[in-house]
């Protein structure tokens, strides 16, 4: 089991940022690659970021050039610096873990509002 607890939603205006961290515990060791997703109003859940257990990342072309994700093995945190943040990146931000036995566990998301 893994247990993923994430912070650092809330409201900001056009343009600002914002930086969210995930909190991972549990079967840390078994850990292989973590990710955000995000859910917006009346919208199907879609990926923003990933990264590996090297720090190998990618992005969603929507978020590519304003958000960073980054890791901490050491803290067992992840992290999505958000900046020139924009109304349509309002959603419902997920923390993701994939085991190495592909198992998954989601966290239970934090809300981040732009507003114009």
């Known amino acids: 089991q893994v247990q993923l607890v994430e912070s650092g939603g809330g409201l900001v205006q056009a343009g600002g940022s914002l930086r969210l961290s995930c909190a991972a515990s549990?079967?840390?060791?078994?850990?292989?690659?973590m990710a955000w997703y995000r859910q917006a109003p009346g919208k199907q859940r879609e990926w923003v970021a990933r990264?590996?257990?090297?720090?190998?990342?990618n992005y969603a072309d929507s978020v590519k050039g304003r958000f960073t994700i980054s890791r901490d093995n050491t803290k067992n945190t992840v992290d999505l610096q958000m900046n020139s943040l924009k109304p349509e990146d309002t959603a419902v931000y997920y923390c993701?873990?994939?085991?190495?036995?592909?198992?998954?566990?989601w966290g239970q998301g934090t809300q981040v509002t732009v507003s114009s």
């Open positions: 993701t873990a994939v085991l190495r036995t592909a198992t998954g566990y």
């Open positions: 549990g079967r840390i060791s078994d850990i292989n690659n």
């Open positions: 990264i590996t257990t090297v720090g190998s990342t």
